[in-house]
């Protein structure tokens, strides 16, 4: 929980990019989030939003580490080159997007890194927002090693047919039957993708497959309402959202680790 920690604990992070083996076998940038000590401490796969692998969300994967989670972000745009993160996310969005399959490639690579390291528990949880919590879904539906999953306010989850493109082929929520470890849910009761109708036939659609799941909606809050940056953030709604995060991450990761 937030400002829960004691004044007198070791509480400090390292904090750096590097790259790593992603999907694919290929060399790839990641931020990586390490919290002092030596462990075991569980760890978190962190994948990013549309905007990019962007400033927001190293300081997204640092808060997680000062919460006693060592976290890796690959940069799921990193094959198409780089410059500011802006520009970066340009060029992936008029070129279709980045593909599923690589998405799912590179988390479970991500994935295999934690479980390498001496520090990790082998615990591992996997988080992401906007089109980071569509692929988070995707990935724990697909991919098997995730203990825990947080959706926040993924778009496009809830999908048509005719919504399908080459790089996304499939609607997440098609593949719930196979989702393997329990989901937390984070809303906004403005946002209008996901609707709260959306989110609903979500909800729905894991009840039917008798999954583990956790839904909070928040009312006076649209899409993104996290992003301190941005006119969009609720400071009251996000405050009580990541303390959820870290309540759900601590039950399914902590207790067992």
Not at 121 to 149: E, M, N, Q, W, Y
Not at 170 to 196: E, H, R, W
């Amino acid at each position: 929980m937030w400002n829960s920690y004691r004044t007198d604990s070791e509480l400090g992070i390292t904090a750096e990019i590097t790259t790593f083996e992603g999907g694919g076998g290929e060399e790839i940038h990641a931020y990586v989030v390490k919290p002092s000590g030596e462990g075991p401490f569980p760890g978190v796969v962190v994948i990013h939003h549309m905007p990019g692998w962007d400033e927001f969300y190293q300081e997204f994967c640092e808060r997680l580490g000062r919460h006693g989670f060592g976290v890796i972000a690959p940069d799921l745009y990193c094959r198409f080159g780089h410059g500011t993160p802006d520009d970066v996310a340009a060029k992936v969005r008029s070129q279709g997007g980045v593909p599923d399959d690589t998405v799912v490639a590179d988390c479970t690579a991500a994935n295999a890194w934690l479980r390498s390291q001496p520090w990790c528990s082998g615990r591992i949880g996997i988080i992401g927002s906007c089109s980071g919590g569509r692929h988070a879904t995707l990935v724990a539906s697909k991919a098997p090693g995730f203990d825990a999953l947080v959706d926040l306010w993924g778009g496009g989850v809830v999908a048509s047919a005719d919504q399908a493109t080459p790089a996304r082929p499939v609607a997440p929520i098609d593949l719930t039957a196979q989702l393997s470890c329990p989901i937390l849910g984070i809303f906004g009761n403005d946002d209008q993708s996901p609707t709260p109708e959306q989110v609903d036939i979500h909800e729905a659609e894991l009840a039917k497959h008798g999954k583990e799941y956790e839904f909070h909606r928040y009312d006076g809050a649209g899409h993104g309402f996290f992003y301190y940056h941005a006119p969009m953030y609720r400071q009251e709604q996000a405050m009580d959202g990541w303390a959820k995060i870290f309540d759900f991450f601590g039950r399914k990761l902590r207790s067992q680790s």
